[in-house]
């Protein structure tokens, strides 16, 4: 008898997250409440492989009016928005890596020290914003006091990582502002250098 209530139990728990897991890329009225109801239920647990929460899957899909409906009901709360996955990515990294702007600034509201922590790789969500390129996120988080001069694990900056996802651009006027040590400074003459190292 007991068999049976847990198969039962997990069987409607796996159905439910499958159910949140779709419910974070769809907009309409039905999907927002479960959202709601599913995140006051459940709060920052896992609902896939990756370790990713409700949260992460929305900003990686950028469902902003989703994420409207968690702050305006009071569940986008810090355990939530800090809470990491397996990469030890926070929902905002991922905001971050596909470049959903105004998810990323409602995170940064809510919770601005966001802002400064580290996946496993030991990368900020101004380094992600670098390495795809993601120039409207990455002022975003300039203006919440981001880290521009932080280091990886590897020491890899984030020059290094503009550099190697090929976004030269991206930094042409931001990067004199930081980079100061070089007499004359020449981004294009640094990227070459940053690249021969």
Do not use: W
Not at 55 to 74: E, F, P, V
Request: charged share 25%; with cysteine; glycine share 6%.
């Amino acid at each position: 008898m007991a068999n049976s209530a847990t198969n039962f139990y997990t069987s409607t728990t796996s159905s439910h997250r499958s159910k949140a897991y779709k419910s974070t890329s769809e907009k309409t009225p039905e999907s927002l409440a479960f959202l709601c109801n599913f995140t006051r239920d459940h709060g920052p647990e896992p609902i896939d492989k990756r370790g990713d929460t409700v949260l992460h899957l929305l900003a990686t899909n950028g469902n902003k009016i989703a994420l409207q409906s968690l702050l305006r009901a009071g569940l986008l709360s810090n355990d939530l928005l800090m809470t990491k996955n397996k990469q030890g990515n926070t929902a905002l990294h991922e905001a971050v890596r596909f470049g959903h702007k105004e998810v990323a600034e409602i995170m940064l509201r809510t919770q601005p020290e966001l802002v400064s922590l580290r996946n496993n790789a030991e990368e900020t969500p101004l380094y992600l914003a670098a390495e795809y390129g993601k120039k409207e996120v990455f002022e975003v988080l300039e203006g919440f006091n981001s880290d521009c001069m932080m280091r990886r694990r590897d020491g890899r900056t984030i020059l290094h990582a503009a550099t190697d996802g090929e976004h030269y651009c991206m930094f042409c006027f931001q990067f004199p502002l930081y980079y100061t040590d070089f007499p004359s400074f020449d981004v294009y003459e640094y990227i070459c250098y940053i690249q021969l190292r």
